[in-house]
């Protein structure tokens, strides 16, 4: 305070004169902050303590399912044991001119972004202010029987109202502005496709719905809830409204393809289309950073994840293997929470498996993508098989011909005489440059001319095979044939 009495008591020239040289130094000292900021942020984008073996395989994974789908540009985040260990982009995210992907560069993750939306509900029901059971009515007036559909039913996309976006291309008409009501308006008051409740029907309609009551619930936008109350928290610094507007030219630009031909730079959908079902862009690194946050359980309370993780069944009590804008299921002994996502010329997912402490954020710039095959990929790899007898003891026959090596001891007289010195060598020079395969699952098992049969499934970052056996009760192999699946 007394620097201020100090300049109201000097002439108006002094105070001219200090008042000029503290606004440039305000300028000067606001242009440090910022470059110093921006480059913590560039920084802390780049994160790499994996174990190097392990990310040699993620890296493998990624480049082969970029090189299989011609995707430009991929970006990656891992978490294991329950912390952010590895950040990386691969290829290229513009190609005219040519500019390779780096970590800071943002992305859309289209319906990853219901996940936040979903969030923002049940934060809203932490405090009191509504409760997921009630009617949508009670929010937003006017929708199709809107006293009968509820908060819970949107969310797990139950609900019966239509999908306003189900192509996987962008309309001529989309490319113009709408609001949040013009979609109502034409997509949530006409028949539903369903009675509430009874169906499974993925619907983008249900997630504006959910965007008007956290903003009618809350007094804010839906992005200003969203930034007080989960981005800033937990410190996800580059999220971005793609909705209002479109990214910069220092993030990844979109592209698609038109049947087999050449990368095209993606239209933009016009404002509103996005909005609370797809409207968010980010890096990989901050998605990750919401990940560790479901793995914690940090943000919401303990009941709140319980009800997003829950899968929601129908009133018949068919399971829907989706909870409160997540999937949910459970693969091999592994707890799996999930969601892809998809605007023009971006294709993501986020796999996270809470019981493992380990999440894989996958974002690329290409409708074609492969993000959720790196993703799922990826996250298995890291996280491990918990094998049945079944799978190891042919995994082991599979390792052992990779190196030319067979144990006929193991062998029906049939698949021992099969196996003569050129199916063992050709076995040998066609597996053993593949190595160790990211997953080995036991698909189908059956009885048939009193053996069992088996089927297993092997993925590498390029290829699928598969693999089936007849098995005596002794134990013995009448069959062992590996095969390329489609």
Known sequence: MGSSLQRERQPNSERLRYSNHMFKSRIVLGVVLSVCAWSASLWAQAVDTIDPAMKARVDAIAAGVMEQRGVPSASLAVVEHGKLVYTHAYGRAHIDPDQPATPDMRYSIGSISKQFTAAAILLLQERGKLKVDDSVGEYVPGLTRGDEVTIREILSHTSGYQDYWPEDYLMKPMEQPTTAQEILDHW????????????????????????????????????????????????????????????????????????????????????????????????????????????????????????????????????????????????????????????????????????????????????????????????????????????????????????????????????????????????????????????????????????????????????????STYTYPDSKLEQFLVYPEQ
């Open 188 to 467: 949530a008051k006409k028949p539903l496709d369903f009675d509430p409740g009874t169906q499974w029907q993925y619907s983008n309609t249900n997630y504006v719905i959910a965007g008007l009551i956290v903003e009618k619930v809350s007094g804010q936008k839906l992005m200003d809830f969203l930034q007080a109350n989960i981005f800033r928290p937990l410190r996800m610094t580059s999220v971005w409204d793609s909705d209002e507007q479109k990214l910069t030219k220092a993030d990844a630009t979109p592209y698609i393809r038109y049947a087999l031909g050449p990368l095209r730079p993606a239209p933009k959908e016009g404002r509103g289309w996005t909005y609370a079902a797809g409207e968010l862009a980010m890096t990989a690194h901050d998605l990750a950073l919401w990940d560790e946050s479901l793995i914690a359980q940090s943000l919401l309370k303990p009941e709140s994840y319980k009800e997003m993780f829950t899968e929601v069944n129908l009133k018949d009590g068919k399971g829907t293997d989706y909870g409160l804008g997540v999937f949910t299921r459970e693969s091999h002994g592994h707890r799996i929470i999930s969601h892809g996502g998809e605007v023009t010329g971006f294709v993501s997912d986020n796999e996270v498996l809470p019981d493992d402490g380990v999440a894989v954020a996958v974002f690329t710039n290409h409708m074609e993508g492969g993000a959720s095959q790196i993703a799922r990929l990826s996250a298995r790899t890291i996280a491990g098989q918990n094998r049945t007898k079944d799978e190891e003891e042919t995994l082991a026959v599979y390792r052992g011909l990779q190196k030319g090596e067979l144990d006929r001891g193991k062998l029906a007289p049939n698949l021992d005489a099969y196996f003569d010195a050129q199916t063992v060598a050709d076995f040998k020079n066609s597996l053993g440059s593949l190595g160790e395969p990211l997953t080995f699952r036991k698909t189908e098992e059956s009885l048939r001319g009193g053996m069992t049969f088996r089927i297993f499934r092997l993925e590498y970052p390029t290829r699928t095979l598969g693999l």
